[in-house]
């Protein structure tokens, strides 16, 4: 059991991968405190995984305010007396073509995917200094491509992977091992959020399912990465491929981005808060 005795909080930890996590991690002997901001579901999965012999601890907070971050690390330290590793997982993406988009768009989308991952390192960060532990952050391909009518998103992406990479400078000389995640399409809810983070759980899939890899399988690979100290992980075939095109042969890449942008139709998940895609 690579986590046994180890104390590891997950931000979005109620669905998608930060629930896959939590029942990987869970497997692996860790101890979770998971934070998400929907009740219901956290307190679901908590009595799921103590079911099955984890010691979990729900916290309903959201990553864009600061004091619900401190008080998920005060309720590890007062329940488990540690804090060993933190996942920044939370996210969500906001669509549109930069025309349609409004500054505060933009400005929504930093809030949870930069400056909420930002604050759940500074929350965690003295901790884990202390217990030489891990931070994982979870980025994207779109951290490294950009592409059509998902400006915001790669921006967020990009400032998360730029975040890691200074922040692996500055820690691994303390033993703090940074880990950069960076997922293609994987089974989550993401696709079905508007830009103002609002779930449709019926809005329609715009994808097709074969492409997505599962959340299970992903949790894995990411835990076995964070369990390595690894930099970086690249989790989908497709992703990998992506990346290495963006590294050798970028022209390829602006070729289809232009053509994609010429060809695909406009998102109508943003402002209206609707998902027809």
Not at 17 to 33: D, P, T, W
Not at 72 to 95: C, H, Q
Not at 194 to 217: C, I, Q, S, Y
Request: charged share 25%; net charge positive; proline share 4%.
């Amino acid at each position: 059991m690579k986590f046994a005795g180890h104390v590891v909080l997950i931000t979005g930890a109620s669905s998608g991968i930060g629930a896959a996590l939590a029942r990987e991690l869970a497997r692996e002997g860790a101890k979770l405190v998971l934070v998400a901001r929907r009740r219901e579901r956290l307190e679901a999965l908590c009595a799921e995984l103590a079911a099955a012999g984890t010691e979990a601890i729900a916290h309903v907070g959201d990553v864009t305010r600061r004091a619900d971050l401190d008080a998920a690390v005060a309720l590890a330290m007062t329940r488990f007396g540690r804090l060993d590793m933190a996942v920044a997982n939370a996210g969500f993406g906001v669509v549109g073509r930069v025309e349609k988009l409004e500054v505060e768009d933009y400005r929504r989308q930093f809030e949870t995917n930069v400056f909420g991952v930002l604050a759940t390192v500074k929350a965690c960060l003295p901790e884990i200094r202390k217990a030489r532990g891990r931070l994982v952050l979870i980025g994207s391909v779109a951290g490294y491509v950009a592409y059509p009518n998902g400006s915001p998103y790669s921006m967020s992406k990009f400032a998360v992977r730029a975040l890691a990479g200074a922040l692996d400078y500055e820690l691994r000389p303390h033993g703090v091992a940074v880990t950069l995640i960076s997922p293609g399409f994987i089974e989550s809810e993401i696709r079905k959020v508007d830009n103002r983070g609002v779930l449709h759980p019926h809005a329609k899939e715009p994808l097709p399912p074969w492409l997505f890899m599962r959340t299970d399988v992903a949790a894995k690979k990411i835990v076995r990465a964070a369990y390595r100290r690894r930099r970086e992980a690249i989790v989908t075939v497709h992703g990998k491929v992506l990346v290495w095109l963006q590294r050798f042969a970028p022209w390829a890449l602006r070729l289809a981005g232009r053509r994609g942008a010429r060809g695909r139709s406009e998102p109508k998940l943003f402002r209206d808060g609707r998902n027809d895609v």
